[in-house]
């Protein structure tokens, strides 16, 4: 500045620009039943849009997160999305009731990869032991865990009788029965000429031998 005898005099004022940024971070993609915890930096303080005032928030349900991060007066916002995957739904099917000797095939459905209890990694198994099997499906990244129990039936072991002791008469009979397995049976006889019955203890009229199958 100049007065009016021309004398002049400096003078000078310092401005500090103070430079604030908001950086959040966390993992921005989770499973249904999971959880991310959103991180920001860059201020003294921290306004979430949550209520939360602590630079750290956990977050479990999708939609995007702002911050207001303020530090020496100054503020910067920043934000985040929050992305949750569906867990994948598990389907086994197989027959869960065998034959002793007998197998099964478990096969899984609802994923891009499977880890079978058997130690197997692949969609279906082939069971004949007795018991629970677990599969492990993930899908996504996400996972989901399903279970089927296979049951072994003993066999039945079938009897066969017939009145006159085997030989064939005008009322000759054969008698069917069964122990072991599952009650409920059912009886299937063949024999000479054509033969054949289901009932449990059908009469008879041709000589030769017959043949009972209990199922």
């Known amino acids: 500045a100049t007065d009016s005898k021309g004398c002049t005099a400096v003078g000078s004022f310092t401005v500090t620009v103070i430079s604030t940024s908001a950086n959040i971070i966390g993992n921005q993609t989770i499973c249904v039943g999971g959880s991310s915890t959103f991180t920001a930096s860059g201020g003294g303080t921290y306004a979430w849009s949550t209520g939360a005032n602590t630079a750290s928030i956990n977050v479990s349900n999708a939609g995007t997160y702002t911050v207001t991060v303020t530090n020496n007066g100054c503020t910067a916002i920043g934000t985040r999305t929050l992305q949750v995957t569906s867990n994948p739904t598990v389907d086994i099917a197989g027959n869960q009731t065998i ?79 069964a122990t072991g397995g599952a009650p409920g049976y059912s009886y299937v006889y063949t024999g000479p000429n054509g033969f054949s019955s289901t009932q449990q203890n059908p009469m008879i009229t041709q000589n030769g031998t017959s043949t009972l199958v209990v199922t």
């Open 99 to 177: 034959c002793a000797g007998g197998s099964s095939t478990f096969s899984a459905s609802g994923g891009g990869t499977y880890a079978w209890s058997t130690g197997a990694i692949t969609a279906s198994i082939n069971v004949s032991t007795a018991g629970t099997y677990t599969v492990t499906v993930t899908n996504n990244g996400c996972t989901a865990v399903g279970t089927r129990t296979l049951t072994v039936s003993s066999k039945p072991t079938a009897n066969i009788t017939a009145t006159g002791n085997n030989c064939l008469t005008a009322n000759a009979q054969l008698f069917g029965s």
